[in-house]
């Protein structure tokens, strides 16, 4: 009888961390039907994520975002209606008409510069000025809307902004809005020096300046006599009829692209 060598190939199997081939096969098998598993919550979770109804806290953000943006997004004659009314007391009522509306302005540029300064302090992006008669057309006010990013910045800028103001035969009331004049209308006259009065208010994220005076032209040095009642009364009342409607929250639509849910 021949004797035969051991066959090195009949020994124990090889191990790789301790763990045979099909071991690790099994192990191999049980991390993928892991990743599959992890995978297909995550997919479950954005799905439902992105098909979610949005937040009240969502809407709101919404809401604040698009009342910001109108400055840029709506027609300057829907941020300035032709017609703003006004109260004269004693239940009479007439309606300030729109002249004309300024090219768009910096926040430095249309303001004396002790208001710009309170402006650009608090981000100001812009400054938008119309200018109205009243009903005779023997006031002129030119209204100034600064728009910030959010209502706590118009807010801030408000409180801030200067509370004294003195006429000067040069530049009228100041510091105060700039005026706007259009030559062939009744505000062709109304320039800085014709400035005797200024207003402002606040609503939402914008701030809203007014500057008055008579449509002749006339400094406000040269007032000398008290007027019966207030000539200028008119202006914030004007400024809070452009604001109000700007400043107002719409209820968001998420399915139109104007949104931002």
Same mark, same amino acid.
């Given at each position: 009888?021949?004797?035969?060598? @051991?066959?090195?190939?009949?020994? &124990? &199997? ?6 045979? =081939?099909?071991? +690790?096969? %099994? ?12 995978? =297909? ?10 098909? $979610?109804? &949005? ?13 910001? $943006?109108? +400055? ?19 239940? /009479? ?5 729109? %002249?004309? #509306?300024?090219?768009? *302005? ?6 004396? @510069?002790? #208001? ?21 057309? *023997?006031?002129?006010?030119?209204? *100034? ?6 209502? +706590? !910045?118009?807010?801030?800028?408000? !409180? ?6 003195? @006429? ?22 109304? #320039? ?11 609503? *939402? ?19 000398? !006599? ?9 202006? &914030?009342?004007?400024? /809070?009829? #452009? ?6 929250? =719409? ?7 104007? +949104?931002?849910?």
């Amino acid at each position: 009888m021949a004797f035969l060598p @051991p066959n090195p190939s009949s020994g &124990p &199997p090889a191990t790789v961390l301790g763990l045979h =081939a099909r071991q +690790w096969m %099994v192990v191999a098998v049980a991390l993928g039907c892991c990743y599959l598993v992890v995978a =297909a919550v995550a997919l479950t979770g954005a799905w439902a994520m992105l098909n $979610r109804e &949005p937040t009240t806290a969502e809407l709101q953000r919404a809401a604040d975002a698009e009342v910001a $943006r109108r +400055w840029e997004a709506w027609p300057a004659g829907r941020i300035f209606p032709e017609r703003v009314g006004y109260d004269l007391g004693r239940g /009479r009522s007439e309606f300030a008409s729109r %002249v004309g #509306i300024a090219a768009q *302005g910096t926040c430095q540029t249309a303001v004396d @510069p002790e #208001i710009a300064a309170v402006l650009r302090r608090h981000g100001c992006r812009a400054l938008l000025r119309a200018t109205y008669t009243d009903q005779l057309r *023997g006031v002129v006010v030119t209204v *100034g809307v600064a728009a910030f990013a959010d209502a +706590w !910045k118009a807010d801030r800028a408000f !409180k801030e902004l200067p509370t004294a103001a003195l @006429p000067d035969r040069s530049s009228g009331v100041r510091p105060a809005l700039r005026a706007v004049s259009f030559p062939g209308t009744a505000a062709a006259r109304f #320039i800085d020096a014709a400035r005797q009065d200024r207003t402002a208010d606040r609503g *939402g994220p914008y701030v809203l300046l007014t500057t008055s005076g008579h449509a002749d032209g006339r400094p406000a040095t040269a007032v000398t !006599k008290e007027h019966p009642g207030d000539p200028y009364a008119l202006a &914030p009342q004007v400024a /809070r009829g #452009i604001s109000r409607p700007l400043a107002q929250k =719409a209820l968001p639509d998420c399915s139109r692209r104007e +949104w931002r849910c």
